[in-house]
């Protein structure tokens, strides 16, 4: 209390103030370190890795602070949604049309050219578009862009076993090869497989029809029917998009991806008739198998077999789920070129 029988404010640097005066305190000191680091930023190369290899970067834009090259996400949906209105560039998360990669990535290419770096937090990322570009890189030169960057919260999930996280090398050489030979003998790639994909069709289709001319989202279905025909060939089975088992496990694939793989796995050890495998879990453990007995210090295991069948679902499902979804738009916005596709396919 003062003299004057009113109450006192403690100033802001008492410990015992209302924690409303320390906020504006809080924020002036974080404002004045952001600054500092700001400033240090601007006299220095970014990060050391940058600066070691700045002669050699593709070019691309210079990253904020902690945050790289994406410092827009602290700006408010709103604005980023009116904003990405006003370019004609939607997506399908309305609320944040900017933060589309293809948008931004596309953005980003005309000031940069084909090839450009950009920085994702702290860690350096180079960007390959084009035609030309990509083929050179993952063609020509694919011994030297096969590998994989070492991520740790990837790694201690993955613990560098499977095929599309895994290091490249002798052993991941030798899982791709079983891997590519046996898919291939369940249709991969062949006419053989194209009964079970058309079979997956015909749900897609009888499902769209159903919304008649009303505008509606394909991406759950065309994931279930992409997820469908990996289904056939990992596991010998379907599911009904519409079953709630289905839908169930698809749940506990993205809750308990471990328990989820490793109880089909065991089911199939325990039901499989080693002279008639039926699916790509029967032949990987009999090739394990076989394997063991030859070599004890062999690579082929139920463990690895779990992290091989969980990249197919990750890695299959998701690319040709997109594939599919970027063609599905495209002969929307061209029925010109939706009309020459089917007489081909005729």
């Given at each position: 209390w003062n003299r004057?029988?009113?109450?006192?404010?403690?100033?802001?640097?008492?410990?015992?103030?209302?924690?409303?005066?320390?906020?504006?305190?809080?924020?002036?000191?974080?404002?004045?370190?952001?600054?500092?680091?700001?400033?240090?930023?601007?006299l220095l190369p970014p990060w050391g890795s940058r600066s070691a290899l700045a002669g050699q970067l593709p070019p691309g834009p210079r990253p904020w602070p902690l945050l790289g090259n994406f410092g827009f996400l602290l700006i408010p949906s709103r604005f980023l949604k009116r904003a990405g209105e006003e370019r004609g560039a939607p997506c399908s998360a309305p609320a944040r049309p900017l933060l589309c990669p293809h948008v931004v990535l596309m953005e980003m290419g005309k000031v940069y050219g084909n090839v450009f770096s950009i920085f994702i937090g702290t860690r350096l990322m180079v960007v390959i578009n084009g035609y030309e570009a990509v083929r050179e890189a993952l063609v020509t030169r694919a011994e030297v862009f096969s590998d994989r960057p070492n991520v740790p919260s990837i790694t201690i999930f993955t613990k560098k076993k499977g095929i599309v996280f895994a290091p490249y090398g002798p052993v991941w050489r030798q899982q791709r090869r079983f891997s590519h030979s046996t898919l291939r003998h369940f249709g991969l790639g062949k006419l053989s497989l194209e009964p079970r994909i058309q079979e997956e069709f015909l749900f897609v289709k009888r499902e769209m029809l159903k919304h008649g001319k009303d505008p509606f989202n394909p991406s759950s279905l065309i994931s279930n029917a992409v997820s469908n025909v990996i289904c056939s060939m990992s596991f010998g089975r379907r599911f009904e998009s519409e079953d709630s088992e289905f839908k169930r496990e698809l749940r506990q694939v993205e809750r308990e991806i471990t328990a989820f793989l490793k109880r089909i796995i065991r089911q199939h050890r325990e039901t499989m008739d080693p002279q008639s495998p039926q699916d790509f879990i029967d032949m990987y453990l009999l090739e394990v198998e076989r394997r063991q007995k030859e070599d004890k210090g062999s690579t082929f295991s139920e463990d690895y077999l779990f992290y091989i069948i969980g990249d197919l679902f990750i890695a299959g499902t998701d690319t040709t789920t997109n594939t599919l979804l970027w063609s599905i738009l495209y002969m929307s916005l061209y029925p010109d070129v939706q009309g020459k596709a089917k007489r081909k396919l005729q």
């Open positions: 004057s029988g009113g109450i006192r404010k403690a100033p802001w640097w008492n410990p015992s103030a209302p924690p409303g005066s320390m906020v504006g305190v809080l924020l002036l000191a974080a404002l004045g370190v952001l600054l500092l680091l700001w400033w240090w930023l601007l």
